[in-house]
C-alpha cells in the first residue's frame, strides 16, 4: 500500500537529518592529534639532529657493492610500507661511508638504530637537485668484524602514522645509590635493549631503567619499564631487563685475605 510523504513522516518522528557538513564530518573524519613526547620521558636530543645525504644507485650486487666501498660511499637501501614495518617497495641508494661512520661512532650502534634522521636523495653529492626528501629509521646497518667499518645499511621510512618495530636501548641510572650496590653487589645486565612497537612519532631514544631503589636479589623486568604509554611492548613482560647479585667470589676471596 502506497503511504503518501507526510504520513510516512509523521510515522517515524525519531527521523535524523543530516545536513551536508554533517554528512561530510561522518564521510571523512577528522585527522587524530599527532602523539607527542611527554614529560619525563626522555626524547631526542636536538643538537644531534643530522641530515644523511644519499644519491641514488641503479643496481645491486657485490661487485656494484664493493666498487661503491671503494669510493667512499656506502650501499644502501630504503625499504617503504604503509605501516612502517615489513619490507615492500624499496629505493637503491648510497650514503656517503664517512658520515654514517661518524654517526655511529657518535651515538653507538643501538642509539644509531632507534634514532629518527631526515635523509636527502640527491642527484649528485654536491648537487642542489633534491630527488626526495624523507624521514628515515635506520633498521640494519652491517659492520665489518674486527674494524666496525660499516658496509652497508638499510633505513625504512617512517610517516607519521606508522609504528615502527624498534629495539630500543636501555640506560641505566641510579646506581651510585642502590642500596644492594652499596652493600658491594653487583649489577647483572641481562638486556641492553628492548623491542617496542613505537609511534613513528615519539620513538624513544633511549629508555631510563631506575636503579635507586634495588636491594641485593632484586631485579627489573621488562614489564617495570616507564614509557609512553602509546608504545606496545613486543616481549613478554615478565622478562628480566637487570638483577643485583651477591658478590662475586673473586672479590669475596679478596676480602677474606
Do not use: W
Amino acid at each position: 500500500m502506497y503511504l503518501p510523504r507526510h504520513i510516512f513522516t509523521k510515522l517515524s518522528p525519531h527521523r535524523r537529518h543530516f545536513s551536508q557538513s554533517a554528512a561530510a564530518a561522518v564521510l571523512h573524519p577528522p585527522e587524530p592529534e599527532p602523539l607527542t613526547y611527554l614529560d619525563g620521558f626522555p626524547r631526542p636530543d636536538p643538537k644531534h639532529d643530522e641530515t644523511i645525504f644519499a644519491v641514488p644507485r641503479a643496481d645491486s650486487g657485490k661487485n656494484i657493492s664493493e666498487k661503491e666501498r671503494r669510493v667512499g660511499r656506502l650501499p644502501s637501501i630504503i625499504f617503504e610500507q604503509e605501516d612502517g614495518q615489513h619490507g615492500g617497495n624499496k629505493r637503491l641508494i648510497s650514503v656517503r661511508t664517512d658520515q654514517i661512520r661518524k654517526l655511529v661512532n657518535h651515538l653507538g650502534r643501538s642509539f644509531f638504530l632507534s634514532r629518527l634522521f631526515h635523509l636527502e636523495v640527491r642527484a649528485q653529492f654536491d648537487s642542489d637537485d633534491v630527488v626526495e626528501s624523507v624521514r628515515v629509521l635506520p633498521r640494519h646497518i652491517h659492520l665489518k668484524a674486527g674494524t666496525d667499518a660499516p658496509l652497508n645499511v638499510t633505513f625504512i621510512r617512517a610517516p607519521s602514522r606508522a609504528l615502527l618495530k624498534v629495539n630500543v636501548p636501555l640506560v641505566f641510572i641510579g646506581d651510585d645509590v642502590s642500596p644492594g650496590l652499596k652493600k658491594g653487589a653487583y649489577l647483572n645486565t641481562i638486556k641492553r635493549t628492548v623491542k617496542f612497537l613505537c609511534p613513528a612519532d615519539i620513538i624513544p631514544p633511549y629508555i631510563d631503567v631506575d636503579l635507586s631503589e634495588l636491594d641485593v636479589g632484586q631485579k627489573i623486568v621488562m614489564g617495570d619499564l616507564k614509557v609512553h604509554p602509546a608504545l606496545k611492548l613486543l616481549q613478554s613482560k615478565d622478562e628480566a631487563v637487570c638483577k643485583i647479585m651477591g658478590q662475586r667470589v673473586s672479590e669475596i676471596q679478596k676480602k677474606s685475605k
